[in-house]
């Protein structure tokens, strides 16, 4: 096919961009706050899965201790063989239930970064920055992320496709006019989706 659209500087684009999340991105510190909450909950998860590892190993010791003390009792006589039996294939059976969770578990631990929790003053911080628009720049990354379609109109527009909530798109219509140092952009038919505004 044949394509009979102009180019499109970059700063268009951007200045675009900039506009449409000034206007539909409201509560960004709301936003910044629950990132910053789900990440420390992540980390919680870190840290009762090490709980969870030493209350294993403690109950791995017990049962273990239990085995010794039994084979004890067999080999004094103070047990009879069915009995002795019956008993040690019920300690086996729990030895090797909590060995198999303590591998799973040092397995999860293992993959995650040994570190004394996430510096939240520093993702906050990195947060903001990445969303503060008041210097007249966007970070791409943003765009990336929550911008999965831009198409160009003949008539110089543009529609913009925005997932916010990770659930739906929503569409903007968008047209700079003038030029770089004296341009302005009109926002036009934007369609509210349920939980599009952020």
Not at 76 to 96: S, T, V
Request: proline residues 2%; aromatic residues 8%.
């Amino acid at each position: 096919g044949y394509c009979n659209l102009k180019m499109v500087a970059d700063w268009k684009l951007e200045f675009m961009a900039l506009e449409i999340f000034r206007t539909v991105w409201k509560e960004k510190r709301d936003a910044i706050y629950e990132a910053c909450d789900i990440i420390k909950a992540c980390y919680r998860n870190v840290e009762q899965a090490e709980v969870k590892a030493e209350a294993l190993d403690q109950k791995l010791l017990k049962v273990q201790s239990k085995i010794r003390n039994l084979r004890d009792m067999r080999m004094e006589g103070d047990i009879d063989p069915d009995d002795f039996h019956d008993r040690m294939k019920k300690l086996i059976d729990e030895e090797n239930g909590l060995r198999l969770e303590i591998n799973n578990l040092t397995q999860f631990l293992a993959k995650k970064e040994p570190e004394a929790g996430p510096d939240m003053d520093a993702i906050k911080a990195s947060l903001e920055r990445i969303t503060d628009f008041s210097e007249g720049d966007i970070d791409r990354e943003l765009i990336d992320v929550f911008v999965p379609r831009i198409i160009a109109r003949e008539d110089g527009s543009f529609i913009w496709y925005l997932n916010l909530s990770g659930k739906s798109l929503a569409e903007i219509s968008a047209i700079v006019e003038g030029r770089k140092n004296k341009a302005t952009v009109s926002l036009t038919d934007i369609m509210e989706q349920e939980n599009f505004f952020v």
